[in-house]
RNA sequence: ACAU
DNA sequence: GTATGT
């Protein structure tokens, strides 16, 4: 039995028996809403809901009323470096609208882990400066790591291009072991909300 | 294995 | 497929 494909929103909506069709409808289709069901039953009862129920939807194209309002209060800090050229790049949104706070880079010669080690050190002393005590949210098992410890533990090497961002690293360790924060800094649950807010989406 |  | 990390 093939499933069935119901396209909430897309550039036709409606209920489709093939994928081939489906992704017609929904491919290079910003905000496209869709799912597959595994009757015909299923999938028409979905669809004359008019709006898909958050709880329908993959994480994937979860909107931001759907996320515990303690998220939506908060920041979602991500990095993005380029495994070939080793630029990198972090940045800062307020969850709730997406809207960009901040962005720094491109870093040479960096890593992964420690631009989203200073995104978050970043948005703790930007949150502070603001006045705010909004919660920080990084997908990044390690950097939350070395957030807690007030430690950046990168095997990064330094090269002649690099300078600049161990300057920035040590800068950071520096804010982290001088001021307080009361801010939580928790995991983003991709699993769960989807993808995180503030990704490069590269 | 887990998170990027 | 590559690399960063616990
Ligand atoms: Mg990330
Ligand atoms: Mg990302």
């Not at 093939?18 to 017609?24: G, H, V």
């Not at 289709?29 to 979905?46: D, H, I, N, S, V």
């Not at 979602?76 to 880079?105: H, L, P, W």
Request: proline share 5%.
């Amino acid at each position: 039995m093939g499933k069935w494909y119901v396209v909430w929103h897309g550039r036709t909506p409606g209920v489709y028996s093939t994928w081939e069709e489906a992704r017609q409808q929904v491919e290079h289709f910003p905000g496209a809403r869709y799912k597959a069901f595994l009757t015909r039953e299923a999938a028409q009862q979905a669809f004359e809901a008019r709006s898909p129920n958050d709880s329908d939807l993959p994480a994937s194209q979860l909107p931001v009323t759907a996320l515990p309002d303690k998220v939506r209060r908060g920041y979602a800090v991500d990095a993005a470096c380029n495994s070939i050229t080793k630029e990198m790049e972090y940045r800062c949104v307020r969850i709730a609208d997406k809207q960009e706070v901040f962005r720094r880079g491109p870093f040479p010669d960096a890593t992964n882990n420690v631009g989203e080690f200073l995104a978050i050190v970043h948005a703790l002393a930007w949150l502070r400066q603001q006045g705010s005590t909004a919660p920080v949210y990084s997908d990044s098992m390690i950097a939350t790591f070395w957030i807690a410890e007030g430690k950046c533990r990168t095997r990064l090497p330094r090269t002649d291009r690099n300078a600049e961002l161990f300057e920035r690293i040590a800068r950071a360790e520096q804010w982290l072991a001088e001021n307080d924060y009361c801010n939580a800094v928790l995991k983003w649950r991709k699993d769960e909300w989807g993808e995180n807010p503030a990704d490069f989406g590269r």
